[in-house]
């Protein structure tokens, strides 16, 4: 049976201000006056551009998706409240206006959710009467706590909280949320506690945080968002203080993903990936090729590859690390040096997080040069003009780059003694549907440049 009341730590609940929700801040050395109010802005719109929020006249910091701006102060009173993103050209465009009652001796916690075309705007807001209160008592540590929903393909959770030492039969439900719901806050001692969903009106539980540590005297605000890791509920926790600290506490119920790159040139491979719980086989990967993803539990794996034909042992047991909600590849590259060459291992995490008007581009090199530029070349660029390049591409150093979205060549180049050599010219590719592209550099004497760049 889950209790009712919780065991070992006292719990308040109180009503929230305004119409709207509820919700808190974090940071030790707060003031908090009666005659101000504060604001807080967390952007939940996956897919979104950077975010930031205008009040009257007044524009705040922009904040990516899954970030926070820090808690200010801000005059009491209504105000034109409006969340400013960008278009496709880069300009400030409005997403969402209100006019909006900030009230005096409160905090106002808003979070962009939804659709980046439509967004919606919640406006969580709370005294911090109570809490203040409690802790002017010397014996006293508190802390607040709500959880809000904003993965918009998510359904409706149960949020339970329990003591860090303790289990799931001690936790207490901290509310109960659909798309759009926050729950009422609740005063808790200050200390370590596990959060757990479950579907709504069960007790089957679905998501398990780690312990996370609530340790100051302040509001914490968790926020269900959307994910786009290995898990298949697709969704993640973020515990939010009133700075930019926004830790993120993955399920360790969640799965990883991986696949693997072979780079060696002149092998066809078997790759063994073994943790001490599961073993993956990955059978006859070709040259430059790269296979779909397997699923696996968390856990540190040992790579091993093989020649397939022969099953020589080309590679024995490197350490690999997959942790929860993980998506990466395992790059299988020879490395060569004055002692010879050997066959090594690397792995990379994959990101799959939506933009609109823009792509995230990695590259990842195993050429034998260094210090290689990368261009990307709109129709009559060249070098000289491409807006967009990756300077000092070595390998074995992954490097990343946000482009926007549209059709491109790519170009890439070398400097040796004074003189630029094309290592590598791609055809016009359209990346106006990607969001995220991995690109690998590989030395391959059956091309007429020697070298290719494979996108996987």
Do not use: W
């Not at 039969?169 to 926050?182: F, I, K, N, P, T």
């Amino acid at each position: 049976m889950l209790n009712n009341k919780l065991k070992g730590f006292a719990v308040m609940t109180f009503a929230c201000l305004g119409v709207t929700a509820c919700g808190g801040s974090d940071n030790k050395d707060e003031d908090t006056s009666k005659t101000d109010t504060y604001v807080q802005f967390y952007n939940a719109t996956a897919g979104s551009t950077a975010t930031a929020l205008k009040i009257g006249d007044k524009t705040y910091e922009s904040v990516s998706f899954a970030d926070a701006m820090p808690r200010f102060t801000s005059t009491p009173g209504v105000s034109a409240v409006e969340v400013m993103g960008k278009d496709a050209a880069n300009k400030d465009i409005s997403l969402y206006k209100e006019n909006i009652d900030l009230k005096t001796a409160t905090d106002h916690f808003f979070v962009l959710h939804g659709d980046f075309a439509s967004p919606a705007l919640l406006n969580i807001n709370y005294s911090r009467t109570e809490l203040d209160k409690q802790n002017a008592e010397a014996d006293k540590s508190k802390m607040q706590l709500l959880i809000a929903h904003t993965a918009t393909k998510a359904p409706a959770y149960d949020a339970y909280i329990a003591k860090a030492d303790k289990g799931f039969a001690d936790a207490v439900m901290l509310g109960s949320v659909s798309y759009g719901e926050v729950s009422t806050p609740q005063i808790l001692d200050t200390g370590d506690y596990k959060i757990y969903l479950t579907a709504a009106g069960t007790t089957n539980i679905s998501y398990t945080t780690a312990s996370i540590n609530f340790k100051t005297k302040v509001p914490y605000k968790l926020i269900l968002r959307e994910s786009f890791g290995a898990s298949a509920a697709k969704i993640s926790l973020d515990s939010v203080d009133s700075t930019t600290n926004v830790r993120n506490h993955v399920a360790l119920e969640s799965s990883v993903d991986f696949r693997v790159f072979n780079g060696l040139a002149t092998h066809n491979v078997d790759v063994k990936v073994v943790s001490n719980k599961q073993e993956a086989l990955f059978s006859n990967v070709a040259p430059f090729g790269v296979t779909a993803y397997k699923g696996a539990e968390f856990n540190d794996f040992g790579v091993s590859v093989f020649d397939h034909t022969s099953q020589a042992k080309l590679l024995d047991n490197v350490l690999i690390t997959l942790n929860q909600d993980d998506i990466k590849t395992i790059f299988i590259y020879e490395q060569t040096t004055a002692q010879g060459s050997q066959v090594k291992a690397m792995e990379m995490k994959q990101t799959q997080t939506p933009s609109p008007y823009s792509f995230k581009f990695d590259i990842v090199s195993f050429a034998d040069k260094s210090n290689l530029t990368l261009y990307f070349l709109k129709a009559n660029d060249t070098i000289d003009t491409a807006t967009y390049k990756i300077s000092a591409v070595n390998p074995t150093v992954p490097q990343s780059l946000v482009v926007p979205k549209g059709e491109y060549s790519i170009k890439v180049i070398a400097v040796e003694n004074g003189s630029k050599t094309v290592v590598y010219a791609s055809d016009v590719i359209d990346f106006n549907n990607q969001d995220n592209v991995t690109m690998v550099l590989n030395k391959d004497d059956s091309t007429s440049f020697g070298y290719n760049l494979v996108k996987i």
